[in-house]
């Protein structure tokens, strides 16, 4: 290897905890990438991925500390490096939420403008011709310029943090997860946009994520994370055709395949230990009797009023949709952000009021009876959202949240609300203990159980999955699914399953609605839509995304 071409060397890197018991979030993890190339970095949320990423830029919490030997273009960093120095002009870096990282009271300009001018000796009229070639460079029209962050959509946004992360031309790119929210065609584009910017500017790059199918598209080596250690190393096609380690194998199987269809999906710990992998099927429980019955429903929003606040202009959020749900079925409803798809879920639980059309729900139209009688069948459909800890009360006990509802709604009697609570976490697989914690004090995959006993508090018939699983690592969202299919099975329930993800709507579902623009542009059975679609729109989304 020509050690000019060596970008980054890492060596014995350790980042622990003296605090925490000497806890090593990373233990002993060594790399190089070169000009040019990219390097992914994979593994489950707490793997220590993102603390390998921030011990490179200086940004790791005060409590940490970190031993080893890294190396930039042939020169040491030092624990006590002048950062400023090197964070945007050597090494960029694109953070997996835009929003947290983007200064929502600065236009994207002018951000953009304030990396250049940080780092080049150049004039502002030269920096700001610079920030709209970057723009357009991004695939953003100039006009983006004069925008503020919340006007942008999550793939804009992820662009324009690539344009910054970029802009000064870094020899070192590191981009922790900039693809996890986005839908598989933005993520796509933004994937695509990313390597033709890397290969013009020889950068090389780490790329973090927990979808190895990802890593695959993008990478030429892969590094395979666990609990801190490393545990696969290599050339990305020869890692993942032919992985040593355990924990690789269990990370490529977690995720959905048309092979794995009704059957329970693997988890990292059928590989981990000496659980034994089943050949059980779950049970076609669908039936040809009517549950949901959706007529023409229109959910549209004021887009522009007059000077006498008439409004002249709709947006159509949902626009004349029609369908049907059986009972013991699962509907998947698949499509981009933006199409409609969450506005559709909050219309059928009553958070957001129709404009037209019926909600026919076991034969009462909700929009035309009593809001007694409404509340007693809103509690039969319950929702569960994508971000739970957004959708708990982070002063409230797990306990108190699951008996609350309970006692509302008189489902059972008081003194037997703790018990039918601790019930319900079983179900969920969570111990009994979690009734006195609180939201804070548990994992992303365990909130999400949360939410779910949550919804099966109330004893529902239907319940609404609104990317329940779309942010949860691949082993964790294989935990999810199997959770899901079990309680279906368990408890005859019936589920509205939304997902930009095509190939876990296929896995979960018994028949497919495609929603573009606020129409349902295909519908009809999982296997015949996934696997002949009539229309183009479904066949773009399964290009960006292997069924």
């Known amino acids: 290897m020509n050690k000019t071409q ?25 790399f190089g990438i070169e000009k040019g190339r ?48 090197i964070r945007g002009k050597s090494i960029g870096m694109i953070f997996q939420e835009p929003m947290s990282s983007l200064n929502p009271v600065m ?59 970029m802009c000064n ?96 999906l693997p988890v990292v710990s059928d590989f981990m230990g000496d659980v034994q992998i089943t050949d059980r099927e779950y049970k076609h429980i669908a039936t040809n009797e009517t549950l949901l019955e959706v007529k023409n429903l229109r959910v549209w929003f004021p887009e522009h009023r007059n000077l006498f606040g008439k409004t002249t202009e709709y947006f159509r959020a949902v626009d004349d949709v029609s369908f049907t749900l059986r009972k013991g079925e699962v509907l998947g409803l698949a499509g981009e952000s933006g199409c409609g798809k969450s506005t ?17 729900f076991n034969g009462k139209d909700l929009a035309h009876i009593s809001s007694v009688e409404r509340r007693q069948m809103h509690r039969k459909v319950q929702l569960i959202f994508q971000d739970p800890y957004s959708s708990l009360n982070p002063r409230i006990s797990i306990g108190d949240m699951l008996m609350e509802p309970m006692a509302v709604h008189g489902i059972i009697p008081k003194q037997d609300l703790k018990k039918e609570a601790e019930l319900l976490l079983d179900r969920v697989h969570l111990p009994a203990d979690a009734m006195k914690r609180y939201p804070h004090q548990f994992s992303g995959g365990q909130r999400q159980r949360i939410g779910i006993a949550r919804a099966l508090s109330l004893r529902p018939q239907l319940l609404i999955c609104d990317e329940s699983v779309s942010a949860l690592d691949v082993s964790v969202q294989a935990q999810m699914l199997n959770l899901l299919k079990e309680l279906q099975e368990e408890l005859r329930l019936s589920y509205l399953f939304i997902s930009h993800d095509l190939s876990v709507v296929y896995y979960m579902s018994d028949r ?5 623009e606020g129409k349902i542009v295909e519908a009809g059975d999982a296997e015949q839509v996934m696997k002949n679609p009539t229309a183009d729109y479904t066949r773009r989304l399964l290009d960006a995304v292997s069924i």
Request: hydrophobic residues 40%.
């Open 344 to 360: 559709l879920s909050r219309s059928l639980v009553g958070l957001l009021p129709p404009q037209g059309g019926q909600i026919i």
């Open 512 to 516: 497919v609605m495609v929603m573009k």
């Open 169 to 264: 031309k870094p020899s070192l790119l590191i981009a922790d997860e900039p693809t996890t929210a986005l839908d598989v065609t933005v993520q796509q584009e933004v994937i695509k946009l990313m390597r033709v910017l890397q290969q013009e500017n020889e950068t090389a790059m780490i790329f973090i994520t927990h979808d190895l199918g990802l890593a695959a598209r993008i990478a030429d080596d892969v590094l395979v994370m666990h609990n801190g250690a490393p545990m696969e190393y290599g050339d990305v096609s020869q890692v993942l055709q032919n992985p040593k380690h355990p924990y690789t194998k269990a990370l490529l199987l977690c995720k959905p395949s048309v092979q794995q269809k009704n059957k329970p």
């Open 38 to 85: 990219t390097l992914a970095i994979v593994g489950e949320s707490g793997s220590g991925k993102s603390l390998t990423a921030l011990a490179l830029i200086g940004l790791l919490p005060k409590n940490a500390l970190f031993t080893g030997a890294i190396s930039l273009n042939g020169a040491p960093l030092k624990d006590n490096e002048d950062w400023s120095t």
């Open 107 to 165: 236009k994207i300009g002018k951000q953009l403008l304030e990396c250049i001018s940080t780092h080049q000796d150049i004039t502002k009229q030269e920096a700001k011709k610079q920030a709209i070639e970057w723009l357009k460079k991004v695939q953003l029209p100039e006009e983006m310029y004069k925008r503020y962050p919340h006007q942008l959509s999550g793939g804009q946004k992820q662009r324009a943090m690539i344009a910054m992360a």
């Open 6 to 30: 060596t970008i980054l060397s890492v060596n014995d890197l350790i980042v622990s905890f003296p605090d925490m018991g000497d806890f090593m979030a990373v233990d002993k993890i060594s």
